[in-house]
């Protein structure tokens, strides 16, 4: 074998043998990482009525010029926010014409809902409340009004009203974490 040849296996030999070394040494980087189980939890709907299920108020003997007020508080108990309606499911007002008036307010926000006629909700249809946080509560009043210029022809007449709370969640909310 010629020196030459010699000279150019030598470094090729050398570099074979670091190629082998290189390969058969496992020296590798490497990383890992990893999550447990997600956990998706629904959340809650609910309200409570300080008065569920009972009148708001009862007035007998009402003579010209009476004013009345009850209240209802509405407390959103469930984890989501929600819009909240009142709905009047029924009602009858024998006193003539607009001599019973009704006026409704949110105390806490200091709106009022309606004011008018007794009776004049449409029945059935929803009023919009507005917007209740989960855990927030809002104060209502019920204020009635019968007018003082009424006449003999409303004596012994009767009023009455049903009213069903209703809410319903927020919709379209996206969660991103």
Request: net charge negative; glycine share 10%; no cysteine.
């Amino acid at each position: 074998m010629s020196i030459a040849a010699k000279k150019v296996l030598v470094p090729l030999t050398v570099l074979l043998a670091a190629g082998a070394l290189a390969v058969g040494s496992g020296a590798t980087f490497s990383s890992e990482t990893s999550n447990t189980i997600s956990t998706v939890t629904s959340g809650t709907l609910l309200h409570t009525n300080s008065k569920n299920g009972a009148q708001i108020f009862n007035l007998t003997n009402l003579k010209p010029g009476d004013t009345l007020t009850g209240a209802v508080k509405i407390t959103n108990t469930g984890s989501l926010p929600a819009t909240f309606s009142l709905t009047e499911t029924s009602s009858t007002n024998a006193f003539t014409g607009s001599n019973l008036k009704l006026a409704i307010k949110d105390v806490t926000n200091g709106k009022t809902i309606f004011d008018g006629t007794f009776g004049g909700l449409v029945d059935g249809t929803k009023t919009d409340l507005g917007q209740i946080g989960a855990g927030a509560a809002v104060d209502y009043s019920f204020t009635v009004t019968l007018a003082q210029e009424t006449t003999n022809d409303d004596q012994n007449k009767t009023a009455t009203a049903t009213y069903t709370w209703n809410s319903v969640q927020l919709a379209g909310e996206t969660f991103a974490q």
